[in-house]
């Protein structure tokens, strides 16, 4: 339900306008289901479930003009909002807000500012990732790094040369962190079968995760020049108690790099008197195990800059051609994974549980023409994707950056360029062909090698970021009746 209150008098004495108000409420059910026949189960394991919540919503939104079209005030306006919700998988109540200015000193400029809360209840499969529990066998190597595995070291007696042991990867310190007894240090009992070592996602429990959003930016239209527009924004994101997935070597990796930080070691879970993390029967309770599956981290970071612009020159009867340019700066991305950890960085690296796989610079740049009559339009698309480094290569040690895990080869994927084109005849007022291609040159991904050791990341490339499939061309009609 929507109203200007302006036609009852609630107005600002200095604006034009009348106060908006938009009130809402909503009603939402949200189901996922999963079932399989007998020797799919057989085969595969696992059970059939039928999950559901309800959610019930209602908001309340305001925008105030109180200055129009007055001396050094082209424009001064806020607008507020608040949202109530209830999921019935949660027994709390959820409560969002947010707070607009927008401030033009003339026509040409605008400065606008925003201040925002947002929650999100996990869904109700997040909630099934997060409490069902279930075990599964970690293929790979990945062994108790409290047992001896045979690794190369310096040679303290000849410096430059390097020798052969057996002892454990992490420190006495690390793998008392994880509850294993001093005698047992390094014992070959602690191996894993086939370095196969036991997991157990689930057993969690998935709180909300609230989200505080500051926006800083201004709009430039500049009355001298028709048809340019562009926009300039500053963006800062927290996420507290931030919603995810994790699997086994966020527990491992962290317990190492952290020096034994609770928060990660309590994810590594050992049999009391053996400290073994193996279970020789699935699903067995009293068996060692590390943990995985979708939980609540410490908090998340986002911070950078959107950049945006519009540009129409008009050809006279030869038509017209519009650009329009898109581009992000990101300077942070990442959190802090517990209280005791420094703030990671994940901007332009990929790895060591870097799986935003956001570079620092990203653009897309359309160029459009148009005939003059509209029957003809031609579109130039092209995208940037900017370089992304290994962590190990990053020189952070918050992200595993350290001298000793430096890469020598495949640790830096070059910036890709992708080029799109598109072509519209409007071939009469009913109907429309379009003649599309994607990734034009078809320009193939780069190759990442061991990428199944990467977040997101499969068939040596990481087609979360990149074009995996080549050039894609696509045939598409309007018919209007």
């Known amino acids: 339900m929507t109203g200007d209150l302006g036609k009852y008098g609630i107005t600002s004495p200095f604006a034009n306008q009348g106060v908006a108000i938009a009130l809402g409420g909503e009603y939402r059910k949200d189901s996922y289901a999963s079932s399989a026949d007998a020797i799919y189960r057989e085969q595969n394991g696992g059970e059939d479930f039928n999950l559901s919540q309800d959610v019930w919503e209602s908001n309340i939104e305001v925008q105030a003009p109180l200055i129009e079209e007055r001396r050094f005030a082209h424009l001064l306006q806020v607008t507020g909002g608040y949202r109530v919700s209830k999921y019935s998988s949660n027994p709390k109540t959820f409560n969002t807000w947010k707070l607009e200015g927008t401030y033009a ?35 790979g190597s990945q062994n108790d790094f409290c047992a001896p595995v045979p690794r190369q070291i310096a040679d303290p007696a000849n410096p430059g040369r390097t020798i052969t042991t057996t002892t454990p990867i992490a420190s006495r310190e690390v793998c ?50 028709r048809g340019l527009v562009f926009s300039v924004d500053r963006y800062r994101i927290k996420i507290n108690n931030s919603l995810g997935y994790n699997d086994d070597s966020y527990y ?17 879970v050992r049999q009391p008197g053996t400290g073994i993390l193996y279970a020789a029967a699935a699903n067995n309770p009293t068996s060692g195990f590390i943990r995985a599956g979708t939980t609540n981290y410490y908090f998340s970071i986002a911070r950078g800059w959107d950049f945006q612009s519009q540009y129409t020159l008009g050809l006279g009867g ?31 690296y990929y ?39 290994s962590a190990d290569n990053s020189g952070d040690p918050a992200i595993g950056g350290t001298p000793d895990r430096a ?7 070059a910036p890709v360029n992708y080029f799109d084109l598109a072509l519209t ?7 429309s062909l379009r003649l599309i291609a994607n990734n034009l040159l078809d320009k193939t991904p780069p190759i990442l090698a061991n990428s199944y050791d990467i977040s997101l990341a499969r068939s040596n490339t990481i087609p979360a970021r990149y074009d995996a499939l080549g050039r894609n061309l696509a045939v598409g009609a309007t018919v209007r009746f």
Not at 111 to 119: G, H, T, Y
Not at 208 to 224: D, I, M, N, R, W
Not at 407 to 413: A, H, S
Request: proline share 5%; hydrophobic share 30%; with cysteine.
């Open 105 to 139: 000193p003339v026509s040409d400029l605008t400065f606008r500012a925003s201040f925002n809360k947002a929650q999100r209840a996990p869904t109700v499969f997040e909630i099934r990732q997060a409490t069902a529990i279930n075990y599964s066998r970690q293929g």
């Open 176 to 225: 008392a962190a994880t509850g294993l007894s001093d005698a047992l240090y390094g014992s070959a009992t602690l191996l894993c079968p086939n370095d196969q070592c036991t997991v157990r996602s689930g057993g969690f429990t998935a709180d909300p995760e609230t989200a505080y959003t500051q926006t800083y930016g201004l709009v430039v239209k500049p009355s001298f020049l």
């Open 252 to 268: 491992t990796d962290g317990c190492q790099r952290s020096n034994g930080d609770p928060f990660f070691c309590s994810g590594i």
């Open 318 to 348: 030869a038509g017209k051609i519009d650009w329009n340019f898109n581009g992000s700066l990101t300077t942070f991305a990442g959190g802090q994974d517990s209280p005791l950890q420094p703030k990671r960085n994940c901007a332009g």
């Open 351 to 389: 790895g060591n549980g870097c799986g935003q796989l956001l570079p620092k610079w990203s653009h897309g740049l359309r160029t459009t023409y148009t005939t003059s009559d509209g029957i003809f339009s031609t579109s130039f698309n092209w995208r940037y994707v900017g370089s992304l480094t």
């Open 407 to 413: 890469r020598t080869t495949f640790y830096r994927i």
């Open 425 to 431: 005849f409007a071939v009469s007022r009913d109907f």
